[in-house]
């Protein structure tokens, strides 16, 4: 009677001595391959991944500042946020106090709501300037906002610190500037149009002031945001 397999070829048919293996050289220099292209790509990977984490939360916080305004306004029958009460600092004080769970109010002292002024830097590394405001509190969120009553067409500055005192603390990554419209609407800075800005007023605000190294101005980056549907590309 014939075999059916022949002891070199039992497990499959395949021949056991024709099987090769990885000399201890070639593993290396994969691993190697590897450890250079994961240096070369995980930065970044990381870097995209922070940039996208820090829209999401400021896609919130705008989302919930704008229903809130509308809200306030819906809620007291007006047409506009002045008539509906944002017609002063005491008027700013309470919406942002009755439609915000807060956790520490820390008056007209940015600290501990935020990080100290020193600490907060521009893009391109120069310190980050004040914007004069005049409320700070720290939500339950873990955000903080920082505001103060503008007269123009627009009806407040709002800061957003959208991880409180936290780093890394850099306009235009944790730290960004809203504008509260008196049509309820939120957009970035303008003193003569109401909102919404056009693409090319927010673009001219980012390369003047949030990308700009020469000053230390930092409107512009939210409304970069904007342009760039909710994408963080600088």
Same mark, same amino acid.
């Given at each position: 009677?014939?075999?059916?397999?022949?002891?070199?070829?039992?497990?499959?048919?395949?021949?056991?001595?024709?099987?090769?293996?990885?000399?201890?050289?070639?593993?290396?220099?994969?691993?190697?391959?590897?450890?250079?292209?994961?240096?070369?790509?995980?930065?970044?990977?990381?870097?995209?991944?922070?940039?996208?984490?820090?829209?999401?939360?400021?896609?919130?916080?705008?989302?919930?500042?704008?229903?809130?305004?509308?809200?306030?306004?819906?809620?007291?029958?007006?047409?506009?946020?002045?008539?509906?009460?944002?017609?002063?600092? %005491? +008027?700013? #004080?309470? @919406?942002?106090?009755?439609?915000?769970?807060?956790?520490?109010?820390?008056? !007209? &002292?940015?600290?501990?709501?935020?990080?100290?002024?020193?600490?907060?830097?521009?893009?391109?590394?120069?310190?980050?300037?004040?914007?004069?405001?005049?409320?700070?509190?720290?939500?339950?969120?873990?955000?903080?906002?920082?505001?103060?009553?503008?007269?123009?067409?627009?009806?407040?500055?709002?800061?957003?610190?959208?991880?409180?005192?936290?780093?890394?603390?850099? %306009? +235009?990554? #944790?730290? @960004?500037?809203?504008?509260?419209?008196?049509?309820?609407?939120?957009?970035? !800075? &303008?003193?003569?149009?109401?909102?919404?800005?056009?693409?090319?007023?927010?673009?001219?605000?980012?390369?003047?002031?949030?990308?700009?190294?020469?000053?230390?101005?930092?409107?512009?980056?939210?409304?970069?945001?904007?342009?760039?549907?909710?994408?963080?590309?600088?």
């Amino acid at each position: 009677m014939k075999k059916l397999f022949n002891s070199a070829t039992r497990g499959g048919g395949h021949n056991l001595s024709s099987a090769q293996a990885f000399t201890l050289a070639e593993v290396l220099v994969t691993l190697g391959i590897i450890g250079v292209v994961s240096a070369m790509t995980v930065p970044t990977l990381m870097q995209n991944h922070q940039r996208k984490t820090y829209v999401t939360q400021l896609h919130k916080v705008y989302n919930e500042l704008s229903q809130a305004a509308m809200r306030f306004q819906a809620d007291n029958n007006a047409v506009n946020l002045k008539e509906a009460g944002i017609n002063s600092q %005491a +008027g700013l #004080d309470n @919406f942002i106090k009755t439609s915000f769970k807060i956790v520490q109010d820390c008056g !007209a &002292d940015s600290t501990p709501c935020f990080a100290p002024n020193s600490e907060y830097r521009k893009i391109s590394g120069v310190a980050a300037e004040g914007t004069g405001l005049v409320g700070f509190v720290t939500l339950a969120s873990g955000v903080s906002l920082g505001y103060r009553y503008d007269a123009g067409v627009h009806v407040a500055t709002i800061d957003v610190d959208i991880n409180g005192k936290k780093g890394p603390n850099i %306009a +235009g990554r #944790d730290l @960004f500037v809203l504008y509260l419209y008196n049509n309820a609407m939120i957009d970035d !800075a &303008d003193d003569v149009n109401i909102a919404p800005l056009t693409k090319d007023q927010r673009e001219a605000l980012y390369k003047a002031k949030c990308a700009s190294s020469s000053n230390n101005q930092w409107t512009g980056c939210f409304g970069k945001i904007l342009n760039d549907n909710w994408e963080m590309t600088y």
